[in-house]
């Protein structure tokens, strides 16, 4: 039996669990992904999905977890904290021992209050704010994606150095993630010795930004740093554009989406982001990558991070030779796991070791390496 009490609660209205047969009908190891399967942000729900369902698929053709099989379930939060506690809670009235979720911090970090009181192992694959480490309520809680400071450390140099003489704006959703990495680049920029012209908030989910944009271009901002998601900086760089601006925009891991593009079209071109190294270039992901093509599915943003929260759980259970909490926790705290996104081990916070952040530009409708 895993750690701790199994509470069965109702799901609260408007969050959906989805069962989905990713081994035989018999198979007893439930695991799940949560994340915004549906709302504006669903091409990250979708992302994880792809990378949730290959990562079954493949275990289970190799015999599974401990000579078992597994079954995937799928939480959906919509980016909500109170959805997605209402999915956490599913979870542990259904029996499941891992969740590969959830994609925003401010899903994650309240659902895992839900996931260490029940014994659950939760590795986000994207949630990178620093407070579900820095401030985990359990053991079991882990990321495989980088942090917000670490991004932002990044972004904010990037900046004072390649626009020294620029009038830099910064502005954010207002969510845990978006706040997080704003302040975040903020700091760094003015570390370095930048003066922000602005640092301001809008409202995530609008259609129109006009004002804003009136202002930015009142204030003839040369730079434009959105800490958010790709909906609605894609509105922003669209209306810039069509105001006669040719400002240049640039945000954080919440552009890895070909919607960004879809969005932008050509007032996309140019925009500046950025990202842990591009997982799809790596030796160790080739033939993972080549699957998911084969399915028709391109492997970007978190596709193969979420694909690696599960191979490294399943390998740290195999060690273990259980699916019980405390020995897959102490397994997790001390291996070193093989995954598609290289070699990676987790820290006494949760934190992963992997590489750092670098900056991205979309052109042509993808986001490669930024070249200089």
């Known amino acids: 039996m895993r750690k701790g009490k199994i509470m069965r609660k109702t799901l609260l209205t408007g969050a959906a669990i989805g069962l989905v047969m990713a081994g035989p009908a018999w198979a007893d190891i439930k695991i799940a992904t949560a994340g915004p399967m549906t709302g504006q942000y669903a091409s990250f729900g979708s992302q994880m999905r792809a990378g949730a369902e290959m990562a079954v698929e493949v275990i289970n053709a190799a015999g599974g977890v401990n000579g078992e099989m597994l079954v995937l379930q799928l939480g959906d939060d919509a980016c909500d904290p109170k959805q997605a506690v209402a999915v956490a809670n599913q979870f542990a009235g259904e029996g499941v021992v891992f969740v590969a979720g959830h994609f925003c911090s401010g899903s994650s970090i309240p659902a895992s209050a839900v996931y260490a009181e ?3 192992i939760q590795i986000s694959p994207a949630s990178t704010n620093p407070k579900y480490t820095d401030e985990r309520p359990g053991a079991g809680i882990l990321r495989v994606c980088g942090r917000d400071d670490q991004q932002g450390l990044v972004a904010g140099n990037f900046l004072a150095e390649t626009y020294p003489d620029k009038k830099i704006a910064f502005v954010h959703d207002k969510t845990a993630y978006g706040k997080g990495l704003a302040d975040a680049t903020v700091a760094a920029y003015e570390a370095a010795g930048g003066k922000p012209a602005m640092f301001e908030a809008y409202t995530a989910g609008e259609k129109d930004y006009s004002a804003l944009v009136s202002k930015l271009k009142s204030e003839s901002i040369d730079v434009l740093y959105v800490g958010g998601y790709h909906t609605e900086a894609g509105l922003l760089a669209r209306q810039m554009r069509e105001q ?15 919607e960004y593009w879809a969005i932008t079209g050509e007032a996309g071109e140019g925009t500046l982001m950025t990202f842990s190294p591009d997982p799809r270039k790596a030796a160790d992901a ?3 990558v080549e699957q998911f093509r084969a399915k028709g599915i391109e492997p970007e943003g978190y596709v193969l991070y979420t694909y690696a929260a599960i191979q490294a759980w399943a390998q ?3 060690t273990a030779a259980s699916t019980d909490f405390e020995p897959v926790v102490k397994a997790l705290d001390e291996g070193t796991f093989n995954t598609v996104l290289g070699t990676l081990e ?9 590489p750092g952040y670098v900056v991205y530009e979309w052109k042509a409708g993808a986001y490669d390496y930024l070249q200089k």
Request: net charge negative; no cysteine.
């Open 346 to 354: 987790f820290d006494d916070k949760g934190d992963v070791t992997l």
């Open 118 to 120: 029940e014994g659950i």
């Open 286 to 288: 080739a033939a993972v």
């Open 316 to 318: 740290a259970a195999n």
């Open 244 to 258: 006669g601006m040719n400002t240049v925009l640039m945000s954080g891991d919440g552009l890895t989406t070909a």
